[in-house]
């Protein structure tokens, strides 16, 4: 558990200096690819999914060959609407759209905004405060709505 | 002899690494990090910014406050640090590399849309119950539904894309 504690400190530490030193921002990459045909910031989303799966093929996590899986991940987790069947798919969906709208509005991913923060951006600060409080707000009042909306 | 070593100060200042590279580096270390710490009761969970963000400020505020926020069950006790760690060595690299100045903004109204914005961008996240970082890893883990989430991310950015088109033009 402490391991668990102290390796996420140091991979955010690793990717907070490279994401720093590379402006990489998965939303910004497909804005970039979509608005100016550029594919720099996109090649990270590329590169981030080859290497992880790589990773996840060599540091095998309950992976079986074939290894899709249409039951969702998140089962294990509390605090994760709907995972499962019909549910799971429609709030992908809705949840999909909104990160993807509202984080290109924002300028970025929650990763870029995050460094951008550290950087010395007021408003990206901003946006991390809120970033906090929505996470309490998303427990006390949305969680519970989408659950009945969906009946799960 | 002088100038070799400008050179190479001048080069170590310009360091800079390729989305490409930090996506891979990042993905790699995300993805073996569970393994590496024996926590793989959540799959994909090496890098979240929301879930981690969620799991930090719910673990602080459920013993003061008495309440029962969800946070993942393998972080009871001890928040994972994913956010700080960003945080610090975002603050590093910019400290070593002299890219941080504060910036000044005159408007409160845009300090008022980030707000709104963090706080939308964060429910929504916590619906999929992953930020895109973390959709990406679902993905490369093997969910459908995760792919799903991806694809529908990539819409919405598209969609966000032509709006602030649109506001521009007019």
Request: charged share 10%.
């Amino acid at each position: 558990m402490e391991a668990y504690i102290i390796g996420t400190l140091i991979v955010g530490f690793i990717a907070g200096f490279l994401g720093q030193r590379s402006r990489m921002c998965f939303v910004g990459g497909i804005r970039d690819l979509y608005l100016i045909k550029s594919t720099y910031l996109f090649k990270g989303l590329i590169g981030f999914l080859i290497a992880a799966f790589v990773g996840y093929i060599l540091f095998n996590n309950n992976i079986a060959f074939p290894w899709f899986i249409d039951k969702g991940v998140m089962t294990a987790i509390p605090g994760a609407p709907c995972t499962i069947g019909l549910a799971g798919y429609i709030v992908a969906i809705i949840g999909g759209l909104g990160i993807g709208f509202f984080a290109v509005l924002s300028g970025g991913c929650p990763f870029r905004n995050t460094v951008m923060t550290a950087e010395g951006n007021k408003l990206a600060l901003l946006y991390v405060i809120g970033f906090f409080i929505g996470a309490v707000i998303f427990h006390l009042f949305v969680f519970g709505f989408i659950q009945d909306l969906l009946g799960c | 002899m002088i100038k070799e070593k400008e050179d190479i100060v001048k080069k170590i200042k310009a360091f800079r690494i390729s989305p490409w590279m930090a996506g891979a580096i990042i993905g790699f270390l995300a993805a073996s990090l569970q393994k590496i710490a024996a926590m793989t009761k959540p799959p994909a969970y090496g890098f979240c910014m929301a879930c981690h963000a969620r799991d930090l400020i719910n673990s602080i505020i459920n013993p003061i406050a008495g309440t029962d926020l969800g946070i993942a069950s393998i972080v009871n006790t001890i928040p994972t640090l994913t956010v700080i760690g960003i945080l610090f060595g975002a603050f590093a690299a910019a400290i070593i590399f002299k890219e941080f100045h504060i910036s000044k903004v005159d408007s409160k109204i845009s300090y008022l849309k980030m707000f709104i914005l963090g706080i939308l961008v964060m429910n929504f996240a916590l619906i999929l119950s992953a930020c895109p970082i973390r959709t990406s890893l679902r993905v490369a883990h093997g969910d459908v539904i995760a792919m799903v989430g991806l694809i529908c991310i990539g819409v919405g950015a598209i969609l966000g894309t032509i709006v602030l088109e649109r506001r521009v033009e007019v």
